[in-house]
């Protein structure tokens, strides 16, 4: 009797752990098998072990989709439409003194302006002249960064076309 018993518990935890690892299908395990060597060992004697396997059904993992979108963030700006201005590249943080770079996207040779705002007011270092997009809509400005501009979070506004992008940079 106990060794039917330990028989049929590996045959219960094989079962399982094909069943849950997905690997083999529940049919073709060799349950008439382990039927049959169960039963010979005491023929006399009822088993508790099932003649045919369980039918498992394979579960699917639901897909995890957030609730709503989240605003991109400010370093990031998403295009509405082709026309839109996009972010490619900028530096931040950056420290006092230091030259700043941005780089953004739009249409092909269309004037473009920006606007650096700090705690003092905008900015009129050079570097931040209008300029023209080149012929794949790319404009980038390069600043430096004033020696005794406070550590802090500032913006910046892009325009052209119709369009402007604001984005947020960190002097240190």
């Known amino acids: 009797m106990k060794k039917k018993s330990i028989l049929l518990s590996v ?6 752990l094909s069943a849950c690892s997905g690997n083999q299908e529940p049919s ?6 382990a039927s049959t060597a169960s039963a010979s060992a005491t023929a006399s004697t009822p088993t508790a072990a099932p003649t045919t396997a369980p039918t498992v059904s394979p579960t699917s993992v639901p897909a995890i989709s957030p ?5 991109p963030t400010s370093a990031t700006e998403a295009a509405s439409d082709g026309n839109a201005i996009t972010l ?4 931040t943080p950056i420290e ?31 570097g931040l002249e209008d300029k023209v997009s080149d012929k794949d809509g790319y404009v980038s400005w390069t600043w430096r960064i004033g020696g005794n501009t406070k550590p802090g979070n500032y913006n910046i506004n892009i325009n052209g076309n119709g369009e402007t992008l604001k984005v947020e940079f960190t002097v240190q």
């Open 67 to 71: 609730e709503s979108t989240p605003e």
């Open 11 to 16: 045959f219960v935890i094989v079962l399982l």
């Open 28 to 33: 073709s395990l060799p349950v008439a098998e």
């Open 96 to 126: 006092r003194g230091e030259k700043a770079t941005i780089k953004v996207k739009g249409q092909p040779d269309t004037k473009y302006s920006i606007e650096v705002y700090y705690s003092s007011g905008k900015s009129s270092a050079s």
């Open 88 to 91: 490619v590249s900028m530096t």
